[in-house]
């Protein structure tokens, strides 16, 4: 019913930068929370950054100053810019969001593929 389709992540050296992208499509009356979680090999999946109901952000502290998440609404699309990365960067990248769907109305999480972003010293 919801589909998120991310781009973006791919291979850096540290210090470098990359723009992650997700759009949301499909039967969408709302999106009501959006944003980027990340899964390192071994780790648990862990918020990076996301918009909250009432069109705030929150980042995890280890990005804070160096991500900043965007959004376009009328687009339903979110953006991550990366910038001084680190190799602990280095993880699956995902895409989540809270959708209110058209028609049932029903508030149902969504998770895109995944994007690899690769860190290199």
């Known amino acids: 019913q919801v589909q998120l389709a991310e781009s973006g992540g791919g291979l850096v050296q540290a210090g470098g930068s990359l723009r992650l992208s997700c759009a949301a499509s499909?039967?969408?009356?709302?999106?009501?929370?959006m944003g980027w979680y990340r899964q390192a090999p071994g780790k648990q999946r862990e918020l990076v950054a996301h918009?909250?109901?009432?069109?705030?952000?929150n980042y995890a502290d280890s990005v804070k100053g160096r991500f900043t998440i965007s959004g376009v609404n009328a687009k339903n699309t979110v953006y991550l810019q990366m910038a001084s990365l680190k190799p602990e960067d280095t993880a699956v990248y995902y895409c989540?969001?809270?959708?209110?769907?058209?028609?049932?109305?029903?508030?149902?999480?969504?998770w895109g593929q995944g994007t690899q972003v690769t860190v290199s010293s």
């Open positions: 989540n969001a809270n959708v209110l769907l058209g028609g049932s109305r029903r508030s149902i999480d969504y």
């Open positions: 499909g039967s969408i009356f709302s999106i009501n929370e």
């Open positions: 918009f909250t109901r009432d069109g705030s952000t």
